[in-house]
């Protein structure tokens, strides 16, 4: 049982190039979400998906795209990336109902320059 | 929108005693959740304690203990008998109930333990 896994661990990035960030969990998970971090600042949401077929924005969408490929997976596009983007991304995922907590992944260290 | 404040980037404490980490949040909302999670340095978080804004009674999980004080719309961290291993970045979370996929975090507190 691996929980939620994320690939890659670490990537660098020119500004302008495009990337997708991968997440996965074994768990039957009905919700799953990314998040940002940056130096100083809690986690951020970016976006959402409280079920399969489903996605929403969060609180700093702008310049991201998602997909729920389907139950078990949920990539985080980059089109164009930009410095401002330069942080680590977690990706979590919980069971529906109000009483769950979240469980996250390792998370990916992304640097744009 | 809902915000979560810790006051205190950092704290410390030696080995074997108590430390306390605060946390404040605001909402007008009355059915939430709080969290507290540990951020070691291998960047994993990991759940902490939870409570439910409902009870009344502070949860405790082993050596880790909260204050919560509604009306106050605080949420500390008590950590007893501190060891070397509770040292990292601790973030406090709120979650709405009206909202569950809404969840909002401090900015974090980082507890150094010494020997």
């Known amino acids: 049982n691996a929980g939620v896994t994320q690939t890659p661990k670490f990537q660098v990035l020119k500004t302008g190039q495009s990337m997708t960030l991968q997440c996965a969990q074994d768990?039957?998970?009905?919700?799953m979400y990314w998040y940002r971090q940056d130096p100083g600042m809690g986690l951020r949401l970016i976006y959402y998906?409280?079920?399969?077929?489903?996605?929403d924005k969060g609180e700093v969408p702008n310049g991201y795209n998602v997909s729920r490929l389907n139950k078990r997976e949920f990539s985080l596009r980059l089109e164009s990336a930009a410095p401002s983007q330069t942080s680590v991304y977690f990706c979590?995922?919980?069971?529906?109902?109000?009483?769950?907590?979240?469980?996250f992944g390792p998370g990916t260290r992304l640097t744009v320059t | 929108a809902q915000t979560v404040t810790q006051s205190q980037p950092e704290m410390s404490v030696q080995e074997a005693e108590t430390v306390t980490l605060s946390c404040t949040y605001d909402?007008?909302?009355?059915?939430?959740?709080l969290f507290w999670y540990k951020q070691p340095p291998s960047r994993q978080m990991i759940l902490v304690i939870r409570?439910?804004?409902?009870?009344?009674q502070n949860a405790t999980e082993n050596r880790f203990s909260v204050n919560f004080q509604k009306a106050a719309k605080s949420f500390s961290l008590k950590i007893s008998d501190s060891q070397l291993g509770d040292a990292a970045m601790y973030f406090c979370?709120?979650?709405?109930?009206?909202?569950?996929?809404?969840?909002?975090f401090g900015a974090g507190t980082r507890l150094t333990v010494k020997p």
């Open positions: 979590a995922s919980r069971m529906a109902g109000s009483g769950y907590q979240q469980y």
């Open positions: 768990m039957n998970h009905n919700s």
């Open positions: 998906s409280a079920s399969e077929g489903t996605t």
């Open positions: 909402t007008s909302e009355s059915d939430y959740y």
């Open positions: 409570q439910e804004a409902y009870k009344q």
């Open positions: 979370a709120y979650r709405s109930g009206y909202n569950n996929n809404d969840m909002r």
